[in-house]
């Protein structure tokens, strides 16, 4: 009914389609493969659809109050771990954050990292132990995954000419072969090295805690697959 019926309302008869579904999703919860799955790029390659997921509590409250102000449908996921995890203080007055706008998280110079969600936290705390050792990385969340904001993701990259992406969506369908995709497009001779990604395993998210662990990219595997960036 969301992909083949809302989706399409605007388009088949112009009818406006103003539906937020909230979807809480994403791992480290030991909650399992139906419980901690990421479902995100089923939508996102759905036109007529928006596809929002927020990492912080201020996005959350602007990214929804924009969403139901939003003629058009939204997916709005909400990662489960984030809950009474990430708190800060929020404006009395009323605010709303724009769809379709990604946010520099971090300055930095040496590569960027585009990421979102809970993996937004991973990437900010791989980039304070990459300063230690010389390494600034940009970090740029991306808030909303369809529409992209390409504007934003091009400028990084073009200012730090190496990238690489964050998701703890599973690997293969992820949306950083369709950022890879826009980059090389856009910017390839503006990089330095080659487009690398840090992602889920190809499985069903496991239940036990160890195997999750596993499964899911840790801040180490940034770090990691940052310095190699860097060296390149």
Not at 74 to 90: D, N, P
Not at 162 to 178: P, Q
């Amino acid at each position: 009914q969301i992909t083949n019926f809302v989706a399409k309302g605007h388009y088949r008869w112009g009818a406006p389609a103003p539906l937020v579904v909230r979807g809480p999703s994403g791992g480290g919860v030991h909650g399992g493969p139906f419980h901690s799955e990421n479902p995100e790029m089923y939508f996102t390659h759905t036109p007529g659809l928006k596809v929002v997921y927020p990492a912080t509590p201020y996005d959350a409250k602007g990214l929804l109050k924009s969403a139901i102000r939003d003629n058009n449908p939204v997916l709005f996921f909400e990662h489960k771990f984030l809950y009474r995890r990430i708190k800060e203080e929020l404006p009395e007055g009323d605010y709303t954050v724009p769809l379709g706008q990604a946010v520099v998280r971090r300055a930095g110079r040496d590569l960027t990292i585009l990421t979102y969600a809970a993996m937004m936290h991973t990437s900010l705390e791989a980039a304070n132990l990459l300063a230690q050792e010389g390494i600034e990385a940009e970090v740029v969340d991306l808030r909303t995954l369809l529409p992209l904001d390409k504007e934003t993701i091009l400028q990084s990259v073009k200012k730090t000419n190496k990238l690489l992406v964050v998701h703890e969506d599973t690997r293969t369908g992820g949306i950083a072969g369709e950022i890879a995709a826009i980059v090389c497009e856009e910017a390839f001779e503006d990089l330095d090295g080659p487009i690398l990604r840090v992602t889920a395993l190809d499985t069903p998210v496991p239940y036990a805690p160890p195997l999750e662990e596993r499964f899911l990219p840790q801040v180490k595997d940034v770090v990691e697959k940052a310095r190699e960036l860097a060296r390149y």
